[in-house]
């Protein structure tokens, strides 16, 4: 079925420094979308991504698609601690419309 | 505009026993997604249902989980008899049409606890 890497599991950074999460699949895929879970909330969208080597940026954030469409990867620039919580890349592949959840990355940021 | 709700908010079962949980979509929205989010996972799809028919449920474990979506707006999604699988985090999600176009709008969730 349809799978999608995402890693490192976990990071743990100083507030400050960058922070770089990534979402690998072995198939092309048709779109992929990026959330944010802080602690004991729920998924919040942040930004989807459709086309080939898309790049766009929210604020220090910034996001990619490979031009395979392969991968992907959310970039933060200088951390902070409001950046806490898990950030889950989520991809559909095909003409499937069923959207599937990586495992996710767990940023802490120690102020 | 209003989010989707969600309720209860928490519920404790013992194993064997019953508990269903209710969501209410934002308005407009035509497609409504059940996730199971088990501690330090990603959501995994239960089901998902555009207005009133079932656009996948590939993963929703039918001997004991089933799903409905009345009139294309609220949906219950109970599960009979429960196991100690099943806690998790039930999060309720729903879109302006399907996900390939539209991002999800997710609930707060029920935190289901089976003893």
């Known amino acids: 079925g349809q799978q999608v890497m995402q890693i490192p599991q976990y990071q743990h950074v100083q507030e400050g420094e960058d922070f770089t999460t990534y979402c690998n699949s072995s198939?092309?895929?048709?779109?992929i979308q990026w959330y944010k879970q802080r602690p004991g909330g729920h998924p919040v969208f942040l930004i989807q991504?459709?086309?080939?080597?898309e790049v766009k940026k929210q604020k220090r954030l910034t996001f990619q698609f490979g031009e395979a469409k392969k991968n992907s990867s959310l970039h933060i620039t200088a951390t902070q601690t409001t950046d806490v919580g898990t950030y889950f890349c989520a991809v559909t592949q095909g003409g499937s419309e069923k959207l599937v959840f990586g495992k996710g990355t767990k940023l802490t940021v120690n102020p | 505009e209003a989010g989707v709700a969600q309720s209860p908010r928490y519920k404790i079962i013992e194993k064997r026993q019953s508990v269903a949980f209710w969501c209410n979509p934002i308005s407009g929205h035509a497609t409504l997604y059940w996730y199971q989010q088990i501690l330090g996972q990603g959501p995994k799809l239960l089901i998902q249902f555009q207005n009133n028919g079932v656009v996948d449920d590939s993963q929703l474990p039918k001997d004991r989980f089933s799903a409905e979506r009345l009139k294309g707006v609220d949906s219950t999604l109970k599960i009979q008899p429960a196991k100690l699988e099943d806690s998790a985090v039930y999060l309720c999600?729903?879109?302006?049409?399907?996900?390939?176009?539209?991002?999800?709008?997710f609930g707060n969730g029920t935190r289901l606890t089976v003893t």
């Open positions: 198939t092309t895929l048709s779109n």
């Open positions: 999600a729903s879109s302006l049409v399907g996900s390939y176009n539209s991002p999800l709008h």
């Open positions: 991504l459709v086309k080939s080597g």
